[in-house]
């Protein structure tokens, strides 16, 4: 008998001359520290990215106040391309909405009261959606994307910071409006809703 004729493969496995013998398929590669390393990598990348995709804006605008609008939409882009890569972007999107909504409840209920007077005399000024959105999206950043990298989430708050800085700057907002919206930033920045796969927890992403 040939080598053929004695040798009949099938699916799932090879008959030999009467001795059958089962194949299986290789599993999946599990994922090594070089792997993680390089979807960490990718996510830092990814995020830096849409952060600087928002960075240019016009030139005769002030370029303090310029640089807190760009932070306003570019830091919590960032961590929406984070979240996205990280598969948490549900979780990320119902924190922002709810950010957003509470700061504009807010500046409806106080609107008239003293504590929501800007100084150029205009109400609606507590708290600050700039300072807000800015740490919303420097927390999230911190905590989740570089909790690794505590140098990086220090430049991400730091930026923040600038934002509220410029409002105040630029006349929109008083200290204490900047600093109740960066609190609210934070608080929900910072948290995790467990929406998903995540669980819930809150982290500053801040140690060193």
Do not use: N
């Not at 830096?48 to 240019?56: A, W, Y």
């Not at 807000?132 to 999230?140: H, L």
């Amino acid at each position: 008998m040939s080598a053929d004729a004695g040798r009949r493969c099938m699916a799932g496995g090879c008959a030999v001359h009467g001795r059958s013998t089962a194949t299986t398929a290789p599993g999946p590669a599990k994922a090594g520290p070089a792997t993680k390393s390089s979807r960490r990598a990718r996510r830092r990348s990814a995020a830096l990215l849409g952060l600087l995709c928002l960075l240019p804006a016009q030139a005769y605008a002030d370029p303090f106040e310029q640089f807190g609008t760009a932070m306003k939409y570019g830091l919590p882009l960032a961590a929406a391309v984070c979240a996205a890569d990280q598969d948490r972007l549900e979780d990320f999107a119902v924190r922002g909405v709810l950010q957003a909504a509470l700061a504009w409840g807010m500046k409806e209920f106080f609107d008239g009261a003293p504590i929501s007077r800007r100084p150029s005399g205009e109400g609606k000024g507590f708290p600050s959606g700039h300072t807000a959105a800015a740490f919303f999206g420097a927390s999230d950043l911190a905590g989740k994307c570089f909790d690794d990298r505590p140098e990086a989430g220090a430049l991400a708050y730091g930026a923040a910071g600038l934002t509220g800085w410029s409002r105040v700057h630029a006349g929109e907002h008083t200290p204490a409006q900047v600093f109740s919206g960066a609190l609210l930033g934070v608080s929900f920045g910072a948290a995790s809703f467990g929406i998903g796969s995540e669980g819930v927890s809150f982290s500053l992403g801040m140690r060193f």
